[in-house]
Antibody, heavy 123, light 106 residues
């Protein structure tokens, strides 16, 4: 069955870096696009970034552009989010989510989500 | 940027119909997806491409999208439907998620 599992969250100080991972299984990883979505405590969902199935296209929301980098290793069935220059306002649960359909051009709905990993940025 | 507007909250009695709206300029020309999120859990896709329902989602959940408003309709509301609901619309210039609606079952 399809599984999507995030890891790498934790408590970090402002200005530091953290790398999140999302391990996927149960399907052909290199045919699906993936996204990172976060949710600050008590707040709504915020889409952060997408990487297409083959890594050829990447897009970010403005609030993380230049600080966060999404990437994927199709040989390891793993998605990553490198987060640099972290701010207090980056505190959130971070989810990875898979496109509903294979070979989607970054505008599909998401039908599989991980359980989320909590990132706390605090001094 | 493309703005999606959802009512922050909605209360419905069990057995009644809940209609959760998502407003946007000419949203009827775009595809709308809906997610349900219960406390402490990841979101779950309940409606996609305006009206399609994933396997495992009860037929009580349905969607429509016309003009400037998309609507998620939950018929015969049950206590287990209490959750936050988010609409999603892809527009290259904006965050695709609406602000969310908290559905309370009275």
């Amino acid at each position: 069955q399809v599984q999507v599992v995030e890891s790498g969250g934790g408590v970090v100080q402002p200005g530091t870096s953290l790398r999140l991972s999302c391990a996927a299984s149960g399907f052909t990883f290199n045919t699906f696009g993936f996204h990172w979505v976060r949710q600050a405590p008590g707040k709504g969902l915020e889409w952060l970034a997408v990487v297409w199935y083959n890594g050829s296209n990447i897009r970010y929301t403005d609030s993380v552009k230049g600080r966060f980098t999404i990437s994927r290793d199709n040989s390891k069935n793993t998605l990553y989010l490198q987060m640099n220059s972290l701010r207090v306002e980056d505190t959130a649960v971070y989810y990875c989510a898979r496109d509903l359909e294979p070979y989607c051009g970054g505008d599909c709905p998401f039908n599989y989500w991980g359980q989320g990993t909590l990132v706390i940025v605090s001094s | 940027s493309y703005v999606l507007t959802q009512p922050p909250s909605l209360s419905v009695a069990p057995g009644k119909t809940a209609r959760i709206t998502c407003g946007g300029n000419n949203i009827g020309s775009k595809s709308v997806h809906w997610y349900q999120q219960k406390p402490g859990q990841a979101p779950v896709l309940v409606i996609y491409y305006d009206t399609d329902r994933p396997s495992g989602i009860p037929e009580r959940f349905s969607g429509s999208n016309f003009g400037n408003t998309a609507t998620l309709t939950i018929s015969r509301v049950e206590a287990g439907d209490e959750a936050d609901y988010y609409c999603q619309v892809w527009d290259s210039s904006s965050d695709p998620f609406g602000g969310g609606t908290k559905l309370t079952v009275l």
